[in-house]
């Protein structure tokens, strides 16, 4: 389960074990709620990116485990047979052969998407042409990369030519696209899920392991700034998503497998945990924060999004 808010908070994507994409409005009647719905692939949806709308609005794009990367304009597309919902309109498809994707990010504005997967290979594409501009290979002798599957892609919001990456090989690799290698490594988190990400010069990262799972990091030296405490049972914490919230800066949201919880942290608290929602018999595989207020989402192995009302 992969779930991600419109830049307009007023849709929530969804994308699900058996390729199902769905929108659905987080404001509409009850019955009502599902605006957008198609197949994307027989394959797991992995990851969900909506474009910045520096050119068009209602453009989502999805990554699967089959390989593929689709558009998809949500507010085009034909009614349903019960006309409560559009019938997806798919724009382009991008096939990386011999890969699975796992992870999407755009630049802030919008000019280059970066993906990541099973193949070790971390790509960025021109989205007007969508054609390859640059691919950064695994590691080998001769050169620095990823040594395992990656699983989590971040462009850097003040530097448009850095982003980060990380995966299974317990390394936050720093990539430069005008170079055609890693510059920087930063060595510890094993990331298995959307758990890495950046805001003004510190890196978030989630683990999934039963030791350090939460941590922040100084951009600039690679160090680690803090262990973030998860509290209760915290052997029993395997993180797959992590973000700074968009709205205010301070708050860090996770979910995890084992304690199957959410939890958010507060940075002005030192980064005393808040909020927690729990109860769940499958772990929270996906989390994200609105992009104008506190409020957040999350979705997991019971293939459910929530959506919750943060008031602190």
């Avoid at 929108?23 to 599902?34: E, K, L, S, Y």
């Avoid at 689709?70 to 011999?98: A, C, F, Q």
């Avoid at 924060?289 to 409020?295: A, V, Y």
Wanted: glycine share 8%; charged share 20%; proline share 3%.
């Amino acid at each position: 389960m992969a779930c991600r808010f419109d830049f307009e908070d007023k849709t929530i994507a969804a994308g699900c074990a058996d390729g199902m994409l769905k929108v659905i409005d987080v404001v509409g009647p009850p019955n009502q709620r599902t605006v957008f719905a198609a197949m994307a692939t027989p394959m797991p949806i992995t990851c969900l990116r909506w474009r910045p709308a520096t050119r068009a609005k209602n453009l989502l794009v999805s990554g699967c485990a089959d390989g593929s990367i689709s558009y998809w304009h949500i507010t085009s597309g034909i009614l349903s047979p019960t006309h409560l919902h559009t019938v997806g309109k798919m724009l382009h498809r991008i096939i990386e052969h011999d890969n699975h994707v796992f992870a999407l990010d755009f630049r802030p504005d919008g000019e280059f998407l970066a993906s990541a997967g099973k193949d070790f290979k971390v790509r960025v594409y021109d989205d007007n042409t969508k054609s390859l501009v640059v691919t950064f290979n695994a590691a080998a002798w001769y050169q620095t990369g990823h040594s395992n599957r990656v699983f989590s892609i971040k462009f850097v919001n003040d530097d448009p030519n850095i982003l980060l990456t990380g995966g299974w090989d317990n390394t936050i690799r720093v990539w430069d696209i005008r170079e055609s290698t890693s510059v920087r490594a930063i060595y510890g988190p094993t990331i298995s899920g959307d758990s890495l990400d950046y805001s003004q010069g510190t890196i978030l990262t989630g683990s999934y392991r039963n030791k350090d799972q939460l941590q922040l990091w100084d951009f600039g030296t690679g160090k680690v700034i803090q262990n973030i405490d998860w509290g209760g049972n915290s052997e029993q914490v395997y993180i797959y998503a992590a973000q700074f919230s968009k709205f205010v800066p301070h708050y860090i949201i996770a979910g995890c497998s084992g304690a199957n919880q959410v939890r958010i942290f507060d940075r002005s608290q030192r980064n005393k945990a808040v909020y927690c929602v729990e109860g769940f018999n499958k772990g929270v595989y996906s989390v994200d924060f609105c992009n104008n207020s506190n409020n957040f989402s999350f979705g997991g192995g019971d293939a459910s999004v929530y959506f919750m009302d943060l008031t602190m």
